[in-house]
């Protein structure tokens, strides 16, 4: 049994330990209620490409046009009620020559990218930082 407290903030959201909802068939994880990311910039990862936006400097106009049409279909499904299947990455290890290479390719070109993670609670450190709108802070 945790001790945590209703409005015990949580250090990956933000949020108060009463607005997580429980994990099934876990002992002691919440999950977050505010989707986190994790977020860079260089080649689609996979998945859906609206997470993806391509480099004016670093993708082509071709990678753009791929873009464009792959987020297109994403959305023309989702209206539809379909769930898209995810787009591949084409990132990835071959053999060649007998030698274990890690090929990079990206359909999309560079650009910034987004992946979403799974958080959980939990507790602020108090010596932490206080975040930028709690209103708490008035001092
Ligand atoms: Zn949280």
């Known amino acids: 049994m945790n001790t945590f407290k209703a409005d015990d903030r949580c ?3 933000g949020r108060d330990y009463a607005d997580h909802n429980y994990v099934e068939n876990t002992l002691d994880q919440y999950r ?3 989707q986190q990311y994790h977020s860079g910039y ?3 990862y ?3 490409p609206r997470l993806f936006s391509p480099g ?3 993708a082509t106009d071709e990678e753009r046009e791929n873009h464009r049409l792959a987020c297109a279909a994403w959305d023309d499904a989702e209206a539809q009620g379909v769930t898209p299947k995810p787009e591949p990455c084409e990132s ?3 053999v060649i020559a007998g030698t274990n290479v890690h090929i990079f390719a990206s359909q999309f070109g560079l650009g910034c990218y987004q992946i979403p993670i799974e958080t959980f ?3 602020l450190d108090a010596e932490r930082e206080p975040w930028p709108w709690d209103e708490d802070d008035e001092s």
């Open 46 to 48: 996979g998945g859906d």
């Open 11 to 13: 250090c990956n959201c």
């Open 32 to 34: 977050c209620p505010v």
């Open 56 to 58: 004016w400097e670093d």
């Open 121 to 123: 609670f939990e507790p």
């Open 42 to 44: 260089g080649g689609f």
């Open 92 to 94: 990835g290890w071959q």
